[in-house]
């Protein structure tokens, strides 16, 4: 599902690229993410293996904590679809710390801190509800943490969009257009899967 998704996602930030008259082509390289854009490119192994390693540590953290755990602890309480939300917006509030970091490194404005703040809340929130829904339809965090681990470490990490002006430019478009079409097709899945379980 992912590779689908990302790969519909590289195809359309290339094809906005050539549109607006910059070709780009695609690179592999690790590279820190970053909202501002990253100069660091690292094509040695061990950049890879690193990558793939703290990526695992991360998602598996991730995972456990906010699709495992929440999840797991709130539905004693509350329906699962509001024990998934409250997961995803906490997960969602967990992310600000990327446009607070640009921010106090001097790398945007206070104004922009806080509209990437928002959206990244918004994004990672939608992501936090694909995860969790993903969890409902499985009975575990494999899935949802297989296609975390695809976000991560290659559609943001490894796989660049690398044009005359620069490399990754529109990375939240793709980020974002993956995530949507993933989203959807969560959605029709876990409501075809609910309309039989209440047939």
Known sequence: MGSVCFAVSFGLELGILALQGNPAHLEIYISSFSLTGSQMKNTDFVFFLLCVLFNIINVWMEEGVFRGLFIETLSETKPFTQANFIAAFLFGIWHIVMPIRSYVNGEMSFAAMVL????????????????G??????????VGLGDHLLNNTVATNMLHVVSSTGADE?????????????????????????????G
């Open 133 to 142: 829904l993903l969890y409902r339809i499985t009975g575990n965090i494999w």
């Open 170 to 198: 529109l990375q939240i478009v793709r980020i974002m257009a993956a995530q949507l079409i993933s989203f959807a097709f969560v959605m029709v899945v876990y409501c075809c899967r609910n309309r039989k379980g209440n």
């Open 116 to 131: 990437m703040g928002i959206g990244y809340i918004i994004l990672a929130g939608i992501m936090g509800i694909k995860w």
